[in-house]
């Protein structure tokens, strides 16, 4: 991988609204080179990328995600309720985002949203847009639900799969061997040095969340981490073009 990867956690989520295009354009000027977003379904089998599995506290919506169908959903504002200069932003598909950054060199870190809601499909529907967009190389997908993606890696093992996990799991990179993992999305606090360095030995990746102060920033990085989710993807960039 080289260059330790800049995701921007629902895209700029601190100026603009979260998993928005307007975040995500955002996030792209401020120099992310890579892009967190969270993926559910909707009633009608639509891949939408929103966090929460309900609609409250993002949209002028309602309700549970998957009871609405895209044509629904699409009607929704995704923007006002962070501020009224974005109004009539609107939840938008993978598909939008993929068509966003495909001839760009930038990192999609899809999360499936499938632990409080089991969407079935999810996963074979995922692999299957990335494949067409010929972005196998350039996309994570990542979890807390540790089943799913074992199951992507069966399905397509020329995709990179990231474990998510909050605490100080023993030996990660071990544990990723068994799920065929390639990285490890742990919550920063959970991520110390000699975790990185035996994760490394291992052939894994450490891409920690979600990191927004400049001090945790500079330690990760001296840690020797290979990716940092945060909210803040011009702080980062920032530090990164100071270390060059």
Known sequence: MGKVIN???RGSSQIC???TMAAFKKAL???ATGIETDVQLTSDGQMVLIHDE????????TGWVKDHTLQELKSLDAGSK????FQNERIPLLDELLELVKDSGTIVNIELKNGVILYEGLEQKVIERVRAFNMSDRVVISSFNHYSLFLCKKLAPEIRTG???MEGLYEPWEYARTLQADALHAYHYAVLPEFVAGAKASGKAYHPFTVNDVKEMERLLQAGVDGIITDYPDKLAALLAAKV
């Open 7 to 9: 995701f921007a956690h």
């Open 17 to 19: 609204p979260e998993n």
């Open 29 to 31: 000027e401020q120099g």
């Open 54 to 61: 309900t609609l409250e506290r993002t949209t002028s919506g």
């Open 82 to 85: 962070f501020d009224s200069a």
């Open 163 to 165: 474990i998510l996990y």
